[in-house]
């Protein structure tokens, strides 16, 4: 089965590899200016908490709108991270940057050990067996010890970057984040256009063929997935040091589905997409909170209507007005 | 009496059948996703909440009407069924020509929708339903003590389970039903309405979660998120028994519950994630699943 419906077609007018389009370009940096301002705007830690998101979303479009898959459990790399992460700032005293590489690495362990049994099915099955094995890591988190059960790992500090420059305040950490969240998408966005991104697209697009051609195939599936898992880690992990806390809700199933529904309404394969669809549902939650269990109605009318009447997502359909990839 | 390793045998035996309990709603919920996958090719997400629908429908009938449990048994199924239906002619028929992942996020968003819901008004704490009058009490088997209606569970599972097989496997209407999943194109050219039992073979396997419901109401507290953690764990059973075969869902159902309740004496800590650690040796070895067939 192919899932290349899922995209909408972009009419590259130029070699993927050639650079960076001048719109994207533009895009970026505007995004950019907005968010060096946006503390003074808005409260940064709401800003910190979208930008997380946007990330993880990212790395989650990159397996599923570039590499085809669904996973449905990228809960467990994201919340796996914010622990070790969150335990490596407070048990281990390590400073802020080497927390965050902790957690990424744990998440890309974790993706590898995840990936190699999950690519060995296809289509839903895979989608079932990345659900089953997250929620593995979310028994191991209520149970195990380092983990805190219940509560969670909490107020975890936030320590100095390079033990030198110490991020406590809101301010100095948006900076941190911001560096961050921003280099990890910009990174995405290079693996997608690049030879390795192509081919990703070839298998997505024709298995059989590319398989013909002489990829591994399974390489490649494997390699983005534990990609994606790390850059969902690396989400994670950032997220654990602005909330000096990391907990259950992290790795719950839940949250595998948000970051599903965050791609599928900003629009799955879009460059910019899953950080818009990010954004929305981040604010939603953010405004909506007092509403209890109504968010999660929402949630899921958005999931009803965003499969039933727009798979392209608000870019995809953007996209297909200005007839340009975004 | 004899002792096995050291384990008492009142435990062992109490263990195994609470295993047998949850291999019964395993069984029954898996058999109900393998029909519906059989001939729709769609992971039916909102199973769970659709069994813990079965529940409240059950509970409301029996507060609201007064109507007992016996009643609801029968009625439950065709309630929920009938909600799979319209679910079906509204929505999950406009999805058919796509790819199946969209399936499964549609039916996503609808278990968050009946979870979201029936939490708003009914709270997370759970309600009571008591064990009907027929099938209170025990029986003492010398070694062990059985009660009633947990016997009862296992009993009505394996009924339903058998009869389902039956039908699909050994009846006229099951055989145009395995032909529609082999090749529906050519069972529609021989007159035969498919998309009509598409339609009535989604309403049929969410009936089934409607009626493990019912039977898990006496069980477990009704509550909203009931069905939630328990359809992931049916998942693996799934992705382990493979979708190919009724028996094999069936099987695959009960063996896992047995396991996991035979885990719980030997290795209490690992009793919550026994299923997935077969799952992952199953992917190792098999990765089509036990009775899988790989196409």
Redesign the interface.
């Known amino acids: 089965?192919?899932?290349s419906?899922?995209q909408p077609e972009t009419n590259e007018r130029r070699p993927a590899t050639a650079g960076m389009p001048k719109l994207h370009m533009a895009i970026f940096a505007v995004l950019f200016v907005v968010l060096a301002v946006l503390p003074m705007l808005v409260y940064p830690v709401f800003a910190m908490k979208v930008m997380c998101f946007a990330l993880f979303a990212a790395a989650f479009n990159l397996l599923l709108g570039f590499g085809g898959l669904?996973s449905?459990g990228h809960a467990a790399y994201f919340g796996g991270a914010s622990y070790v992460a969150a335990h490596a700032s407070k048990v281990w005293g390590l400073s802020p940057e080497l927390s965050i590489i902790a957690g990424t690495l744990a998440a890309g362990i974790l993706g590898l050990a995840i990936g190699a049994?999950?690519i060995?099915?296809q289509?839903?099955?895979f989608?079932?067996?990345t659900?089953?094995?997250a929620?593995?890591v979310y028994?191991?988190a209520?149970?195990a010890d380092f983990t805190g059960g219940e509560d969670g790992i909490q107020s975890v500090p936030r320590g100095s970057l390079f033990g030198i420059f110490p991020v406590d305040s809101n301010e100095a950490l948006y900076y941190l984040v911001l560096a961050v969240t921003f280099g990890g998408i910009l990174f995405l966005y290079r693996i997608v256009h690049s030879p390795f991104g192509q081919v990703l697209k070839a298998i997505r697009e024709n298995e059989p063929r590319a398989i013909s051609l002489g990829y591994r195939v399974n390489r490649y599936k494997l390699m983005v997935f534990v990609l994606s898992a790390s850059f969902a880690g690396l989400a994670g992990a950032t997220k654990s040091q602005v909330f000096q806390l990391a907990s259950l809700t992290d790795v719950h199933?839940s949250m595998s589905?948000e970051v599903?529904l965050m791609t599928?309404l900003g629009g799955v394969g879009t460059v910019f997409g899953p950080l818009l669809g990010a954004t929305i549902v981040v604010t939603m939650q953010n405004y909506l909170a007092s509403m209890?269990?109504?968010?999660?109605?929402i949630?899921?009318?958005?999931?009803?209507l965003?499969?039933?009447l727009f798979?392209e997502g608000i870019v995809g359909v953007i996209s297909k007005w200005l007839k340009r990839p975004l | 009496m004899f002792e096995l390793l050291g384990i008492p045998p009142q435990v062992l035996m109490g263990q195994l059948l609470l295993g047998l309990i949850n291999g019964s709603f395993y069984a029954v919920l898996s058999l109900g996703l393998a029909v519906i996958f059989g001939l729709l090719n769609i992971i039916n997400f909102s199973h769970g909440a659709q069994y813990m629908l079965g529940a409240f429908v059950a509970w409301m009938l029996l507060e609201y009407l007064g109507i007992n449990y016996w009643w609801a048994l029968i009625l439950v199924p065709v309630i929920v069924g009938a909600t799979g239906i319209v679910l079906e002619k509204l929505a999950l028929r406009r999805l058919y020509h796509l790819d199946h992942l969209y399936g499964l996020l549609l039916t996503f968003g609808v278990a968050l929708i009946i979870q979201g819901l029936f939490r708003n008004y009914y709270g997370i704490s759970g309600l009571p339903y008591n064990i009907p009058d027929q099938l209170s009490g025990g029986q003492n088997l010398g070694f062990m003590f059985l009660p009633n209606y947990r016997g009862w569970v296992v009993v009505a599972s394996v009924i339903v389970c058998f009869g389902t097989w039956f039908v699909i496997e050994k009846t006229r209407l099951g055989a145009y039903l395995r032909a529609a999943t082999e090749n529906p194109t050519l069972v529609g050219a021989f007159g035969i309405n498919v998309p009509l039992m598409i339609m009535l073979t989604y309403g049929f396997g969410v009936a089934l979660a409607g009626f493990a419901g019912v039977l898990a109401a006496p069980i477990y507290s009704v509550n909203p998120n009931m069905g939630a953690d328990l359809i992931i764990v049916v998942f693996a059973v799934v992705v382990i028994g493979g979708m190919g075969s009724i028996m094999g869902a069936i099987v695959t159902g009960f063996g896992l519950g047995v396991i996991e309740g035979l885990t719980k004496v030997f290795y209490p800590a690992g009793s919550a994630v026994v299923i997935f650690v077969i799952m992952a040796i199953v992917l190792m070895i098999k990765p089509e699943g036990l009775f899988g067939r790989n196409n």
């Open positions: 089965m192919s899932v419906d899922i669904l449905f049994l999950a060995r099915r289509g839903i099955y989608a079932m067996v659900l089953a094995f929620q593995m028994f191991f209520l149970q199933w589905g599903v599928l209890g269990a109504w968010v999660t109605v949630q899921g009318v958005i999931f009803v965003g499969v039933l798979r």
